[in-house]
T-cell receptor
Framework: KAGVTQTPRYLIKTRGQQVTLSCSPISGHRSVSWYQQTPGQGLQFLFEYFSETQRNKGNFPGRFSGRQFSNSRSEMNVSTLELGDSALYLC?????????FGPGTRLTVT | ELKVEQNPLFLSMQEGKNYTIYCNYSTTSDRLYWYRQDPGKSLESLFVLLSNGAVKQEGRLMASLDTKARLSTLHITAAVHDLSATYFCAVVLSGNTPLVFGKGTRLSVIA
């Protein structure tokens, strides 16, 4: 059974640009969550989608947005990038039981 | 607001020794997870604890949950180098609410 996949794995962007990250959940998993991991703040919840609807949202500015498609694949978008957005972005999918995490996208903003 | 605290945040232990990582959370919760993260890698699920008194064991790791004390422990028995990683506990308030993570415990097992 294939795990959660995320693309791209690494990304370097410049301040002010925007970026889109993609996540493909485990087959059959309808819930997809996104987390930001930084050395200072640790793992913080961004948002969760279930059946194409945002079910939960974390405390992040509106520059962070996401969506989910009918095949449960999800994307997150960050507009007007700031240096502080440099982080590992992790996607997790779940059906019942523990969320399974993907390998993450390492975003560096210069 | 649910808060999750882990301690210690850093742990250096000798091979063969035992130690315990603690995870305290601030409000009644639905379930608790333990994850492992190797450097530069993603999170790997270790245990799911659902009810008071739950105990799960896998190899040299044993996790337990005391819901009355709002405390979970991850006990390491006879540590080996392969256990070196960062361990996170994560708590779910209820139902489909998101995971709230502790800061993680960076474990280094030395010979």
């Amino acid at each position: 059974k294939a795990g959660v996949t995320q693309t791209p794995r690494y990304l370097i962007k410049t301040r002010g640009q925007q970026v889109t990250l993609s996540c493909s959940p485990i087959s059959g998993h309808r819930s997809v969550s996104w987390y930001q991991q930084t050395p200072g703040q640790g793992l913080q919840f961004l948002f969760e989608y279930f059946s194409e609807t945002q079910r939960n949202k974390g405390n992040f500015p509106g520059r962070f947005s996401g969506r989910q498609f009918s095949n449960s694949r999800s994307e997150m978008n960050v507009s007007t990038l700031e240096l502080g957005d440099s982080a590992l972005y992790l996607c997790a999918s779940s059906l019942v039981g523990p969320p399974y995490f993907g390998p993450g996208t390492r975003l560096t903003v210069t | 607001e649910l808060k999750v605290e882990q301690n210690p945040l850093f742990l250096s232990m000798q091979e063969g020794k035992n130690y315990t990582i603690y995870c305290n959370y601030s409000t009644t919760s639905d379930r608790l997870y333990w994850y492992r993260q190797d450097p530069g890698k993603s999170l790997e699920s270790l245990f799911v604890l659902l009810s008071n008194g739950a105990v799960k064991q896998e190899g040299r790791l044993m996790a337990s949950l005391d819901t009355k004390a709002r405390l979970s422990t991850l006990h390491i028995t006879a540590a080996v180098h392969d256990l070196s990683a960062t361990y996170f506990c994560a708590v779910v308030l209820s139902g489909n609410t998101p995971l709230v993570f502790g800061k993680g415990t960076r474990l280094s097992v030395i010979a």
